[in-house]
């Protein structure tokens, strides 16, 4: 089991209540008796003087007051993780933890050798990898639940530090065997309107600029197949027959599909390291944050092999 930080047990116990509204939930979810738990919150109300929990309906909830002392004590619980990492943490990087996410576009391609390529280096330090949106990863970064992640620059968040990589290049991705593939000529605004198209559902950011790229060139796509998945969308486009409209993030193209030009370039996005600014940045972090910008140096851009020297350099 992952040690945690050492917490007060008044303020374990005050922030247990305020979750579950309850004293008998919350004891037992502390494991403790609840007279135990009811006395405690009574010497810690006592210590503040003042209440903190309105106790006269048949839920408790919290008072002016308690809501503002359990905010300050998540801060202070919060700072205390914190601190805890920071003392389990070793600069060689024999042990520790490393928690990363990424938007969608990366799981396919970039993220996973990345986070092989951490692991061959540094097999001690437990890898957590998250996969959410660019919204998700800015509001983990901020609640201290994860280190690092890879997304873009267009954040909107001030507490967010980027670190540029390169721009993403969108291209209608279609099977080996595609019609289009075949002919090897340049694609115009007619064929992509006829083509049938699985793209990802609206709420992607991926779909967002393509649906922006279609309305900009005059172009009525043939949506026939939507899902909330690129991989089930590459799968689809692998059966032959459909194409769809990605981003291509790497150099390498996956077993039986082609990345062909779209008419007119497509709106790009700049793909970036993102972490929090102004707090702790574990050894795991600053190392894999290295190991990205080595990797994105070489081939064009493209995570490949990644050489020794340059992670320990």
Known sequence: MEKRAVVPRQIRYLL??????????????LGVSQPG?????????????????DRSGRSIRLTDAGETY?????????????????????????????????????????????????HEHYPNVHVYMSEMSLDAIEAALCADECDIAVGFTDVRT??????????ERATLVVSSTHPLRVAGAAITPEQLSDVPLAMLVEGFAARTYADTYFRAHKITPNIAIEANSISAVLKIVQLGGMATVLPQVSGDVPIGLSHLDLPEPITSR???????????RTAAAKAFAKLVMSATRQLGHAASSVDDESLRS
């Open 158 to 167: 001030d507490d967010i530090l980027v670190t540029p990589l390169f721009e």
């Open 70 to 118: 359990v905010a300050h004590a998540r801060k202070a619980l919060f700072e205390l993780e914190a601190g805890w990492r920071a003392l389990q943490e070793v600069e060689d990087l024999s042990r520790g933890v490393l928690r990363v996410a990424c938007t969608p576009s990366f799981t396919e391609s970039l993220m996973p050798r990345w986070v092989h390529a951490f």
């Open 16 to 29: 247990a209540v305020a979750e579950h509204k309850n004293f008998t939930r919350a004891a037992d979810a």
């Open 270 to 280: 700049t793909i970036a390291i993102l972490e929090r600014q102004r707090v702790h």
């Open 37 to 53: 738990l009811s006395q405690q919150i009574k010497q810690l109300e006592d210590y503040l003087g003042t209440t903190l929990f």
